[in-house]
């Protein structure tokens, strides 16, 4: 018993939701299922070809490819080639916008770096009218970026820092680091260093740069191995806020994970973004080793690993992914404004049964007001008109308790039975007379009497003495 009490305090009340089931994916198992299917329906796009400026990159099997799951939760789920490391490239650039973040504060971090999509390429030669890097998101401002990382620190407790970010974010120790991929990108950054020269001719660097030690830590960064499964758990961790699902650490503060996920919206998938902002509507961020982490905030975290990049330098798969993930449910930031129009996605959020609750309880309360226009928004999508509540009351009980001529009226046209008994064996009728509503009652007996199916109870009795004194 003391082992089980420790276990429930240190999940962080994971154990009591779940009895509960109050997850945010309550049915998990349904979406590991559909999950399985998208992945053997994108599995079969081979588009595409591996990065091959970097030559460590072009040598990685194009064929790889997994996707996990990570909800706010700690559910987990997994397919593919999810447990082979791969370097992080792109993606260590919202981590170390957010460092910088942390440690600055966002005046003094936009001082050096811009925040609205650039129009163009990813490692372009091209600053602001004020001579800054666009955005975080692509390689001028992840280099300003890294330049602002602490700055005094020796270059190797730098580096230290920022690995151990990522092991708070992924919750575990699985962070490498692929030395070869390193030494690749040094060799081959011939683009980098004229942004970094490009920028320091500017004067957008902050007072003291070192600009050769801030490229080697920028390639650093991007030689960072994780693999499918952690990244999901990091994309889980933005998505809960700054707090890792599996350890309740508290990574980043709020207001930075929302500066955060913005940018990424509007500038982390290259020149992609626009795009992506209007088909996918989540904030992603993707790398040219074929990584994409996509983050669904306040519900999970996915990563997707499918080295086979498009002209953007994005994965194939992972869009595809993206693309099928939101045409099946409703996680388009802006998908709550077509409700009842989309009727093919699913909110995987909902638990069972509670859209058909839902719909009963506004049918049950429109009933109740007598709002004929709620009524027949209700009754368009479908629903039940005879549902009833816990007592057996009925949309026509409630309005015909309450003297709403218009709604009985427009519920009998829909379908809505005035011979349905309560739990005490009252009709509509018997609501309407004892209500002293003559013109309901009327109404009621002209669709028929609608006496009480059951043997009449005591309190039933009473309640129809009451109202044939009526």
Not at 129 to 152: E, F, K, T, V, Y
Not at 286 to 306: A, E, F, N, Q
Request: aromatic share 8%.
């Amino acid at each position: 018993m003391e082992q089980f009490a420790s276990i429930c305090e240190a999940s962080g009340g994971l154990i009591a939701r779940a009895l509960r089931g109050d997850l945010v994916i309550p049915d998990f198992g349904r979406l590991e299922r559909e999950l399985r299917e998208t992945y053997d329906l994108v599995r079969g796009d081979t588009r595409g070809a591996t990065a091959d400026y970097i030559p460590q990159l072009k040598r990685v099997d194009p064929e790889k490819f997994g996707i996990a799951v990570c909800t706010i939760d700690g559910q987990r789920f997994s397919i593919g080639d999810t447990n082979d490391p791969f370097c992080v490239q792109s993606l260590c650039k919202p981590v170390n916008y957010s460092l910088s973040l942390e440690e600055h504060g966002v005046e003094v971090v936009h001082r050096h770096i811009g925040r609205e999509p650039s129009g163009r390429g990813f490692n372009e030669l091209s600053l602001t009218a004020d001579g800054l890097p666009h955005n975080p998101m692509i390689n001028s401002g992840a280099i300003m970026a890294c330049s602002m990382l602490r700055a005094h620190d020796e270059l190797a407790d730098r580096f230290d820092y920022v690995a151990e970010t990522w092991r708070r974010l992924c919750g575990s120790d699985r962070v490498g680091f692929n030395n070869s991929v390193y030494l690749s990108e040094r060799r081959t950054a011939d683009r980098n260093f004229s942004l970094g020269y490009f920028m320091r001719e500017r004067g957008a660097f902050p007072e003291r740069t070192d600009l050769l030690e801030t490229l080697e830590f920028y390639f650093q960064c991007c030689s960072i191995e994780l693999d499918t499964e952690a990244l999901a758990v990091v994309a889980a961790t933005l998505a809960n806020a700054g707090i890792n699902p599996l350890t309740n650490d508290r990574v980043f503060n709020p207001n930075t994970v929302r500066h955060c996920l913005s940018l990424m919206s509007s500038c982390g998938m290259y020149d992609y973004s626009g795009e992506f902002a209007f088909t996918i509507g989540l904030p992603a961020k993707s790398g040219v080793s074929g990584g994409l982490m996509l983050v669904v905030p306040g519900v999970m975290g996915v990563c997707v690993w499918s080295p086979r990049l498009d002209s953007h330098g994005n994965s194939v798969r992972g869009v595809a992914f993206c693309k099928e993930l939101v045409n099946r449910y409703n996680f388009h930031a802006f998908d709550s404004l077509t409700m009842g129009e989309d009727t093919d996605k699913r909110d995987p959020r909902r638990k069972k049964n509670e859209a058909e609750i839902s719909v009963t309880m506004r049918l049950l309360y429109a009933a109740s007001q007598g709002d004929l226009d709620e009524l027949r928004a209700v009754l368009a999508t479908e629903a039940e008109p005879n549902a009833a509540d816990y007592d057996g009351r009925t949309a026509l009980h409630l309005a015909a308790s309450e003297g709403h001529v218009a709604a009985v009226r427009y519920l009998l046209v829909s379908g809505a039975r005035p011979d349905v008994t309560d739990r005490w064996g009252g009709t509509p009728l018997t609501d309407a007379l004892r209500g002293e509503h003559t013109e309901v009652a009327d109404l009621l007996r002209c669709k028929g009497i609608g006496q009480p199916a059951k043997s009449p109870t005591k309190r039933t009795k009473e309640r129809k003495d009451h109202a044939l004194q009526s």
